[in-house]
């Protein structure tokens, strides 16, 4: 059953220190997604991937925030430095781009910045 | 005024009850229609999407989808205690890992 994969399941950092969340998306899917979820804001696209490269990052912070895909199986989001209004749950998901389905989501990283 | 809005409830029905769930939406360039379900610390998984106007059913899960009103809903048929869990909307104007819009989610527990 292939599943898109997601480290640290749970992050406690304090303020001013980079965080590195990363994702494995399934294998053969084209189209990587960030996403934050929050209490107040919900589920907000931070940005995506097709083929590695970046199609849409406006959703995120440029000053402290980036995302990178190394490679086809591999997906980073950093954020650096961290403040506390970053404290959210963090999901990755991926799809196939054409294709009828949509996006799988992973199991996410909960993030919490003191 | 956020282009997807979805009442976040919560909202909570005893076991066996029909549910229904819904989304307006802003933006008339929408086509394909989603709802993913979401357990407590888990992520989002897609339950049923429907494209442009009209119904879908799969098993005690019907989607609606009126374009002409800008809204959809899901209803959920005896109900069970295993449906609580939080429900979003999602639109996109194509399909195929494209860029969806999230509603708020709604909050539903079905108690027993």
């Known amino acids: 059953d292939a599943r898109v994969t997601q480290t640290p399941r749970d992050k406690v950092t304090e303020m001013g220190q980079e965080v590195t969340m990363r994702c494995q998306p399934i294998?053969?899917?084209?189209?990587v997604f960030w996403y934050r979820q929050t209490m107040m804001q919900g589920l907000e696209l931070l940005a995506y991937?097709?083929?590695?490269?970046?199609?849409?990052d406006s959703g995120m912070p440029k000053d402290r925030f980036s995302a990178e895909m190394p490679d086809a199986t591999l997906a980073t989001l950093k954020i650096q430095p961290s403040e506390p209004r970053d404290s959210a749950v963090y999901f990755c998901?991926?799809?196939?781009?054409?294709?009828?389905?949509?996006?799988?989501f992973g199991p996410g990283t909960r993030l919490t910045v003191l | 005024q956020k282009e997807v809005e979805q009442d976040p409830g919560p909202l909570s029905v005893p076991e066996g009850a029909i549910v229904s769930l819904n989304c307006t939406y802003s933006?008339?360039?929408?086509?394909?229609f989603m709802w993913y379900r979401q357990y407590s610390r888990k992520g989002p998984e897609l339950l049923m999407y429907?494209?442009?106007?009209g119904n879908k059913e799969d098993g005690r899960f019907t989607a609606q989808v009126d374009k002409s009103s800008k809204y959809i809903s899901l209803f959920i048929r005896d109900s069970q205690p295993s449906d609580s869990a939080t429900y979003l909307c999602?639109?996109?104007?194509?399909?195929?890992?494209?860029?969806?819009?999230f509603g708020q989610g709604t909050r539903l527990t079905i108690n027993p």
């Open positions: 998901a991926s799809g196939k781009s054409g294709w009828t389905d949509t996006q799988y």
């Open positions: 294998l053969g899917h084209n189209t």
């Open positions: 991937f097709r083929n590695r490269a970046p199609l849409d």
């Open positions: 933006n008339s360039a929408f086509q394909y």
């Open positions: 429907t494209y442009s106007s």
């Open positions: 999602a639109m996109s104007g194509t399909l195929g890992a494209q860029k969806l819009v």
